[in-house]
């Protein structure tokens, strides 16, 4: 599978309305202009998609939408991970059903310390056996609050129907020990902007990143970069990649890389809530840090 | 509203059966025998309740049992908090048509830093005004990796539908800043049992424990003792509490709590996955301590 | 030896006068008015001390002022904790060359993950071979970053020359894990103002505090409340600790409790730098914290 | 000053002779054999020197030691923090008489909340003022537990006797934040391993190194690749880099390391107590990780 999973995703954002309500034409509109930029294909229902805040109607229009407007051969991944070991199967077969090439599979936080190794590798090993397509396991301890170890990554990446991972721990050391005792075939995706290009030096297939829904063309720049062993044009894009990396995540949030699309002409709309818009001191920053770096051009 | 929630209320388990669905017939064998020992009422879809992992169908089904087998007089709270503000609202229409008195509404933890106290305190407004019946504002950090701040409880305290909270921080000072501020009518709950005797003497109105599951008479008499000012006996029980607290808590996890229970005689079961039953060491140290305690009796 | 560490002991200030330099003369004056309050004794070179911004020649000038000044019959332990177990133990034999009776040995918490529980086992073995004077283990995870764990503790109060522990975590299920199991002449103090009370129904026998420095007439009283088995007497004085514990602790720190004591009459000055002077907006809160209570009286 | 400190310094180990003495031998021996891979200096009294267990005597000793026996053109750090500022400019005073170019002045740590940015502004700023010899400001959060941050690093970078940093923290975008808006002469040296690479992707001018006592031609080679725009070389070199980087930092400790060096010939004893040598695990998982990468050659 790992030519259809090698590059750059974004984690895509879901536009609302004014209504607050799944907005399909905004998120067609960004696909088409998405489409030009040499990306792998798409990431829908992800943490950056506010898929915590959606319903399994929307889920599903969400999905079948992205579906409709990629180009051919592009990979359509959708977060799939719910807490419950039933629910994410459940959610595997509707997302494989509208049209996913692949799920996400998040580890289940909720529940923090009692979400030990040995429940990773059941749970996961359950939604594999039970999944109409491969899944891809999802580490990202920020929001989870739950680590998955790298053995129990590499336990798991012996199972057929686990094809990859994506790691958005940010931790160079993380990744580089799943890297380095992987089989062949299972694809690492980072999900870290700021180590963007430390990732490809360890040796990461691709990326999915919340960062390509604004820079598309500056992600896939950095991993053709990568493949030609260019050093100078990857430090160049390092180095531009880095304030923008800032100011679209942490504490920024989904509402700062809302209004940073909206300034480079995307069609991104506002946060659901509970989650806000960016406020007016992080709106400032955006700005600046755009036109610091030469954004929109 | 404080006389009906003054008082102890288990935060009870929810009992599946050997195929993993829920067990009404259990719930009601363990709603019964709770039903002897004077505690104020019960939360349903609790954490304690594996509520992330129960479908809107059983959570229905799950309050409307409480509501039928309790006793008369009794108040039922119900966990109604989600990701989302408006799944938040459905949540509290849904339960007060199934008999819940009021909700319980933890804090949307999956965005973390991106739940600030602003957008803590439009949440909660927005769920006020539109609930049917009133709500308690939950904090629980340890799962969903945001605090409350006291100054937005004390705010929050001030809308007439928001009539009490629940603190299960286990921090001392917390509960002692909002507890030291707050409206007089304003009922606040602990969640943590081991400082259940600390947060008596704070002033708390009641508690709200996984730990009453078990040993419901225990908690009830701590606050029985409390109010009789009874020092040597609010000792003897806090002492009596400290181990089983230990044990049916933490990383012992609700599959801990369930074994527990089951070798009180409840009608408990195993959790739901990916929650793991106890393991063997777990499991023998929940049974080496309930012995030390000369349980049961 | 317990009856020489039960009760409560300020941890005590080091006043500097305008120079910066140790002022025995202001220190002097502060012991003569503590000695009226029923102390058990006074902690020298303790972190609220500053101990570690004084030079051995300033610690040992502070022990031995102390020693001059309290009240027969009292018990003055000094801090000899350090990062190295050589210099720990030339620090214990200096104390109690200068006349401490008890050494506390604090965790040494630079190298945090390398302090393993073997490592404090040797640690704390090696230095109690070799001290003149008995020690007890001081845990402080919150400025050492290095939790001792119970086990551990429990092992070392098996050695005849440690004598007890203080502990400051405030966290209530670790002082209760070392009370249930320690030998009956294992002694276990608080450092943590806020759970005073809680740590007195598990059985505490006394407490190593900051705000004794301040108040020590209510920590004493809390005490005897807790020896009388007054209930009211202790939770009127736990609800009168609260507020005053919090703002002579934690971020508004040394400065603040230095300013605290000023405002009462002490001569405690301003702490030594890196340590800044409480801010304007933190003497605010605090003067105003203090009258809340009727401070000074 | 940044051609004296662009490039690699080993934050050298202390070795100890068998009574547990500082053994200047053994350490000339490492020295001279250092002195052959094109390092840019040392760092002496650094943390991986375990400069918090040594006494004042010492420390002189070891400074001097360094100066004898480097290469001419070499430069000599000096680990000169202390808690107090007092101590820190006394340490920066001595260390300069010894033959120090430069003190690497690490934040004062224990009172952490309490080391507030003003209160580093101040520490840094009179250190500074008083040093007879250029500083470099250090951020070692795992150790100190507290994080200098970006925008007091700037302000300090002003003043004329600070001359660059050393930042260990590992964060990309701290170390990022930083490089974007420092003065040009303002000299960069990252201490985290792992992320070599990205540091010197993102501008870092070199790097002060525990694993640099082992592999210091690779940390050397790396530098050159860089400054060569050499990225198959810089990608080889970092896969090499990291399991090596992993078994010779975090918990394996000061003892793993020096077990690392004695098997690659150098003269590094054991580390002092309450440090303990590398346990059987952990020297197995060491010489397995040496024998994979091909080490020694």
Redesign the interface.
């Known amino acids: 599978m790992s030519h259809i999973l090698s590059g750059i995703f974004p984690a895509i954002i879901t536009p609302f309305n004014a209504e607050?309500q799944l907005d399909t034409i905004a998120l067609t509109a960004n696909i088409k202009r998405w489409n030009q930029y040499g990306l792998r294909g798409y990431v829908a229902c992800c943490?950056t998609g506010e898929a915590?805040?959606?319903?399994d109607d929307e889920r599903a229009q969400l999905i079948r939408t992205v579906k409709q407007t990629m180009l051919e051969g592009m990979t359509l991944i959708a977060g799939t991970g719910r807490?419950?070991?039933?629910?994410t199967i459940e959610a595997c077969r509707s997302a494989a059903k509208n049209g996913a090439d692949a799920g996400l599979v998040i580890a289940?936080g909720?529940?923090?310390?009692?979400?030990?190794p040995?429940?990773?590798l059941?749970?996961y090993r359950?939604v594999a056996e039970a999944a109409p397509i491969p899944i891809l396991v999802y580490n990202m301890p920020?929001?989870t609050?739950v680590t998955i170890p790298p053995a129990t990554v590499l336990a798991l990446a012996e199972h057929p129907n686990i094809i990859g991972m994506k790691d958005s721990s940010?931790n160079?050391?993380y990744l580089?020990?799943v890297i380095?005792r992987k089989p062949a075939d299972f694809i690492v995706l980072t999900g870290n902007a700021?180590?963007l290009?430390?990732a490809f030096?360890?040796?990461a297939d691709g990326a999915v990143l919340a960062v390509a829904n604004l820079i598309p063309e500056i992600c896939v720049a950095m991993h053709r970069a990568t493949q030609a062993?260019?050093?100078?044009e990857?430090?160049r894009l390092?180095?531009l990649m880095?304030?923008i990396?800032?100011v679209v995540g942490?504490?920024y949030?989904?509402?700062g890389l809302k209004h940073a699309m909206t300034l480079l002409g995307y069609d991104a709309g506002l946060p659901?809530?509970?989650?806000?818009p960016a406020t007016a001191a992080q709106t400032a920053t955006i700005e600046q840090t755009l036109q610091d770096v030469g954004l929109p051009r």
Chains 1, 2, 3, 4 share one sequence.
């Open positions: 607050g943490s915590p805040l959606l319903t807490e419950s070991t039933a629910q289940p909720f529940f923090k310390t009692l979400i030990t040995e429940a990773l059941k749970h359950a920020a929001f609050g940010g160079g050391p580089n020990a380095r700021p180590t290009a430390q030096l360890s040796g062993q260019n050093f100078a990857l430090q390092h180095k880095q304030p990396a800032q942490g504490s949030g989904i509402g659901r809530p509970p989650l806000l």
